[in-house]
């Protein structure tokens, strides 16, 4: 590529650039302001008795809160309580608990913030009912690793009541019916197909979604529950 041709692509390149930082630049003046807004909030007297009461961990009623406000309330309620660094907030319906985890986006950064969903669907692992759903175990497996590397930076995790309700695939099953592959080395191909069906993956002509393989020819596409999707070249 000779310079005059490639300066139109470096142009293109640069805008993005300068758009992502710009987006990321509204997200943390709308983020700093926001949290300004919750000190104001958390020293009016109604709120912080309320907080006070909170922290004592005596059971507390609170009514009267609109949906706008709530974002407001449990940022408060994470910078003005010596809580642990992980907090559950439990809504009553998924189509809250989603709508919440969209509001509070502009109060919390990314890495402090994740939506914990109800089961896709139910799936018989062995003689148990549960259910290895790929975006719950996203969160847990992301929350072990905080736990591993002890960071105490508070997170927030939104739940409708029935996703805590439900059942989840336990880590040492997990770990326990993990299947690593080597290059070069000998694969039986029927035995694989089997481990994957007794796992509970669905055969299809492609692959689209998780829990899924394909086979065609000398060529097997899985998309794991957890991880990336992966060719197998036999």
Not at 57 to 85: D, E, M
Not at 129 to 155: C, F, G, I, M, N
Request: proline share 5%; net charge negative; with cysteine.
């Amino acid at each position: 590529v000779n310079h005059n041709s490639s300066e139109p692509i470096s142009h293109e390149t640069d805008k993005k650039y300068d758009k992502i930082q710009q987006q990321k630049l509204a997200h943390r003046n709308c983020l700093n302001a926001n949290i300004y807004l919750s000190e104001l909030w958390r020293r009016t007297p109604q709120n912080s008795a309320l907080l006070k009461s909170l922290q004592t961990a005596s059971a507390t009623v609170c009514s009267g809160l609109t949906a706008s406000a709530r974002p407001l309330f449990i940022q408060a309620c994470h910078s003005g309580l010596n809580l642990k660094p992980i907090i559950l907030w439990i809504t009553p319906t998924s189509d809250s608990a989603e709508r919440l985890f969209q509001d509070c986006h502009t109060f919390f950064e990314e890495d402090q913030l994740w939506l914990f969903p109800e089961k896709e669907s139910v799936k018989m692992l062995g003689d148990e009912a549960d259910t290895a759903d790929p975006a719950r175990l996203a969160v847990l497996q992301t929350l072990d690793r905080y736990q591993e590397q002890d960071d105490q930076k508070q997170k927030l995790i939104i739940a409708p009541l029935r996703a805590v309700m439900q059942p989840t695939v336990r880590a040492e099953k997990l770990e326990k019916s993990k299947l690593t592959l080597k290059v070069g080395e000998n694969i039986d191909i029927e035995l694989l197909l089997e481990i994957l069906n007794s796992e509970g993956y669905s055969r299809v002509p492609m692959v689209e979604g998780r829990g899924q393989y394909a086979v065609r020819g000398g060529l097997i596409d899985v998309y794991p529950i957890t991880g990336q999707p992966a060719r197998l070249e036999l």
